[in-house]
């Protein structure tokens, strides 16, 4: 801190606020280039796959009770077998209460408490989170053996850590849970069999976190640098030069997301015909 005497001019009040602000559009705009991404990858999927898509666009100024309303009428609508709300929704919004009417055996992104539950429990209707599974489908799809294996899961979030470490230990994995109070992080992956990387840190997870025979998950999705690159949670060259085997940003869980998502409302339609 400066002393304050002498002439106070505004221009380096102006410059630091200028600062702030423009992390805060830069964030935004990650964030909304995320989402938007994340909605074009999940209509071409479901399009791909043959599954009819109807968007539902709302206006920003969209009331709580509007939006509640728009949610029940696909509820009741017979040829809507999933609903998928994007958000964050804008701030005067309770994206909870939003959440909480989707009927849980159309709530294929897992945002109900009736999902939750389902993932918590082993059984019930819903769904897991999209990409909490697509960390699963990957690990089936290599065939990494679960069953007894030490896995290490870091980040606790309820859309990403909290359910994949459940659907891990319905694998029968032992599963340690860590965050950003865990003390020695390195050392606690270190010993992991597999590792599954959901902290959102630009490559944060670097060579002194892995070891060779390791099954590494990134499931971190960051924009880094000037130039903005795409990275995950892990330093990629760093793990593989460890000898472990790594999922990569871009181009590992994140296409598989979209692929659960579609799945998930084919098993929805199948279960709703089923009734
Ligand atoms: P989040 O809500 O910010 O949670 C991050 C978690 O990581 C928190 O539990 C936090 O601990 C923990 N953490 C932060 N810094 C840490 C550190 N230095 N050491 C250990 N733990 C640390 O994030 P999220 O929504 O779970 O997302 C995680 C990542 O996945 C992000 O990069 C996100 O963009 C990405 N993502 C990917 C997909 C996909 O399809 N691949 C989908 C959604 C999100 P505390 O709880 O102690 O704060």
């Known amino acids: 801190m400066e002393n304050i005497s002498g002439t106070l001019r505004g221009k380096p009040a102006a410059d630091a606020l200028d600062l702030e602000t423009k992390k805060a559009v830069q964030a935004l705009r990650e964030r909304g280039s995320e989402d938007l991404s994340y909605e074009r990858g999940a209509m071409k999927r479901c399009a791909a796959d043959g599954i009819e898509v109807r968007q539902v666009l709302l206006p920003e100024d969209v009331s709580q009770a509007e939006l509640l309303g728009r949610i029940q009428d696909l509820n009741e609508d017979s040829t809507v077998h999933g609903i998928l709300m994007f958000r964050p929704l804008p701030k005067t919004l309770?994206?909870?209460?939003?959440?909480a009417v989707i009927l849980p055996e159309k709530d294929v992104d897992g945002v109900t408490a009736?999902?939750?539950?389902?993932?918590?429990?082993?059984?019930g209707a819903g769904f897991a989170p999209c990409t909490a599974e697509a960390v699963i489908t990957m690990l089936r799809y290599y065939q990494v053996p679960l069953r007894g294996s030490r896995a290490v899961v870091v980040g606790r979030s309820l859309v990403i850590g909290k359910p994949v470490a459940m659907l891990l230990l319905a694998e029968h994995a032992t599963v340690t849970i860590c965050h950003s109070r865990t003390t020695d992080l390195p050392a606690v992956t270190r010993e992991a069999d597999l590792v599954v990387a959901a902290l959102g840190r630009a490559e944060f997870l670097g060579a002194e976190y892995f070891r060779a025979g390791q099954t590494v998950i990134d499931v971190g999705i960051n924009w880094s640098g000037s130039k903005q690159k795409l990275v995950g949670d892990v330093d990629t060259e760093a793990a593989l030069q460890a000898g472990a085997a790594v999922s990569p940003v871009p181009g590992g869980v994140g296409s598989v997301t979209t692929a659960v998502l579609a799945s998930h409302v084919a098993r929805a339609a199948q279960r709703q015909a089923e009734v």
Not at 94 to 99: F, K, L, M, N, R
Not at 114 to 123: E, L
């Open 114 to 123: 009736g999902s939750m539950a389902a993932v918590y429990a082993g059984k």
């Open 94 to 99: 309770d994206e909870q209460a939003a959440c």
